[in-house]
């Protein structure tokens, strides 16, 4: 039997719902009432799922509202479901239309990949996206230093950089705190903090942006980070092959660690790195192919719950 899907397009207002394949549509406030309102709507049209777009943070309160009242949720990229309606030919767009092409895509991609519901790792995201946030600030900030400036404006630099640091800090032990009394996490960071090179913030950057991780398979892991290679051929054509998509912010968080470890701290990337470039491939090319190979070690380590392993590892 099929499932009742609801389709909700969320936005800061309004909560656009349909539900298929009945085709039946309402429109609540994005609120406390809304979302109860949205609630009994679900319920009195026996909706087994419901499907929202990740809307940069407006459909978390809502997402956590319908899960606690037993309701399942899936958040799907918006990117995904626009290119699906684009495929469909379906150029038309609003709030409506919207909600019936994010249910058409669930009922279509029952496997597409989900942001998974969970409040300790919503919260934990919203922390480690802050604190890259104040890094950059930090950077932008540090980077002005690097011109003759007028005494005021140095001083004005510094004190700015030296509250940066007391919250980043702040941030950094507020981090710490929510991997350390919510079990799961604490057992997934003990996983990841095992492979040598890999710290604290690497743990809750992959845990925050990447919940899937010993979810899925090695290939969609891969993809999911964008590290997964593309091919580019038609007919006699064979074109070069290529990353695209993915968690571009998960992405810029690993380059520097993985670096470290790809030329340092990790025997098993080490020597990864050192045959790929042997054979002439260019550094940042050896950098990605072993972000790929550090993300499906990681993803086997999590699925089986095992700690770092080297002799498990080392055949590429």
């Not at 549509?25 to 087994?48: K, Q, S, Y």
């Not at 700015?160 to 929510?178: F, N, P, W, Y």
């Amino acid at each position: 039997m099929n499932k009742v899907i609801c389709g909700v397009d969320v936005s800061k207002g309004w909560l656009d719902a349909r539900i298929e394949p009945i085709g039946v549509v309402a429109r609540f406030p994005n609120d406390a009432a809304g979302i109860a309102e949205l609630l009994a709507f679900c319920r009195a049209h026996g909706v087994d799922l419901v499907v929202m777009e990740a809307s940069g943070g407006y459909e978390r309160v809502c997402g956590r509202a319908l899960r606690a009242a037993g309701i399942e949720v899936r958040t799907v990229d918006p990117k995904r479901v626009r290119h699906f309606a684009k495929s469909a030919g379906r150029l038309a767009k609003n709030d409506e239309i919207d909600a019936e092409m994010i249910a058409w895509f669930a009922e279509t991609f029952p496997q597409a990949p989900t942001t998974l519901g969970d409040a300790a790792r919503e919260e934990l995201d919203q922390m480690v996206t802050a604190r890259q946030g104040l890094l950059r600030l930090k950077m932008q900030t540090t980077n002005f230093g690097e011109h003759a400036q007028p005494p005021a404006v140095r001083k004005a630099h510094q004190a700015v950089l030296k509250s940066l640091d007391r919250q980043i800090a702040k941030l950094e032990a507020a981090i710490a705190i929510t991997i350390r009394q919510t079990p799961h996490l604490a057992e997934q960071a003990e996983i990841i903090e095992s492979v040598p090179g890999l710290a604290i913030g690497v743990a809750a950057g992959l845990m925050a942006f990447m919940p899937e991780l010993g979810r899925v398979d090695d290939k969609a892991a891969a993809a999911l980070l964008g590290v997964a290679p593309y091919d580019d051929d038609s007919g006699k054509h064979s074109g070069r092959r290529f990353i695209k998509g993915g968690r571009q912010k998960l992405r810029n968080l690993l380059y520097m660690p993985v670096m470290g470890a790809s030329t340092l701290h990790n025997p098993v990337l080490k020597a990864c790195y050192r045959r790929l470039i042997a054979k002439g491939k260019p550094a940042k090319v050896a950098l990605v192919a072993c972000m790929r190979k550090l993300i499906i070690i990681l993803n086997t380590m999590i699925a089986r719950g095992e700690r770092w392993d080297p002799t498990k590892h080392a055949v590429a």
